[in-house]
């Protein structure tokens, strides 16, 4: 007989797979646990193998089945995803529904407006977005879940291609009284006594952190938060300095409390911010449309975002 399962099922499997457990897949997929559990003892039965070894209350990991299978169903998903982009383009109109995830430290300062504009031009596409960390962009993007991500250029997999739009230096953000506020240049080395505030976020604190221990220092870390604005109102009101690569469009925190800006010296890396994708959807209209339109936007207000700017053209 046939084996027989879905797409559906597929994606529960590599959710599963990539969260370590149940509840933690359920709340990616936004379904209950009882129909990932189901879905996943399913393929279990059709496919007669065992995909999963159930940890009690540690959570799930795969059998060596299950890895070689998970492989085939991330292939499955992207190429499903392909296909449907494909009858898209085929249709010969830019007007079908489009995810869109963005980094969550500056999804409030590009994507709304960034919409605006695409929508303004082909108001018939239905775009939905998410925000989300680079861990859960890439997850979500390898599950087809989100068809591209406006992120940055951290920690990128060899399955996604990323296309660099801007280059963001890094910043370090200070409230008017610190003693480093009025310097034209900040060294990590100038840095390392003072408190620090830490944007906790996958891959984006590694990246900040890296600074210090690229010269063998350790920055004093004071206090740490997932939220950017959270984070710019503790710098403002003295809690510590912190690092940041988007600039705010005004020098002020959420509760009205001014801040200054200053760039971080000793040829700290920039990250770029760009738009993330899988291979499978390079060849759709509708994305090379929206990765058009985004490169131009970004290029119009890359001096309002920040004290960098756009990438030259052969980026």
Sequence with gaps: MPVRYT??????????GEAGSIVAAAQQVNVSPPSISAGVSHLEEELGVQLFVRHHAQGLTPT???????EH???VLREAAALRDLARELSGSIRWPLAIGCMTTFAHAVLPALRR??????PEVRI???????????????????DLALTYDLDLPGDLRFFPM???????????????????????????????????????????????ADRGLRPNIAERTRDMAVLRSLVANGFGYSIVNLRPLNDVAPDGRPLRFVPLGGNARAMKMGMLVSTAVERSQLHRTFLASASEWVRRNSHRLSGGGPLPEEA
């Design 117 to 122: 504009s695409f929508a303004d031009e082909y």
């Design 128 to 146: 939905s977005q998410v925000e989300a960390d680079q861990a859960e962009l890439i997850s979500l993007l390898r599950q087809a879940r989100i």
């Design 64 to 70: 060596l089945a299950g890895r070689k299978l998970l």
């Design 73 to 75: 169903a991330r292939m």
């Design 166 to 212: 801007m280059e963001l230096p890094p910043l370090v953000a200070l409230n008017e009284g610190h003693p480093l506020a009025q310097h034209a240049e900040i060294s990590v080395e100038d840095l390392a006594p003072h408190p620090m505030v830490l944007l906790d976020l996958p891959l984006s604190a590694d990246y900040f952190l890296s600074f210090f």
């Design 7 to 16: 797409l559906r099922q597929l994606e529960y499997l590599v959710a599963v």
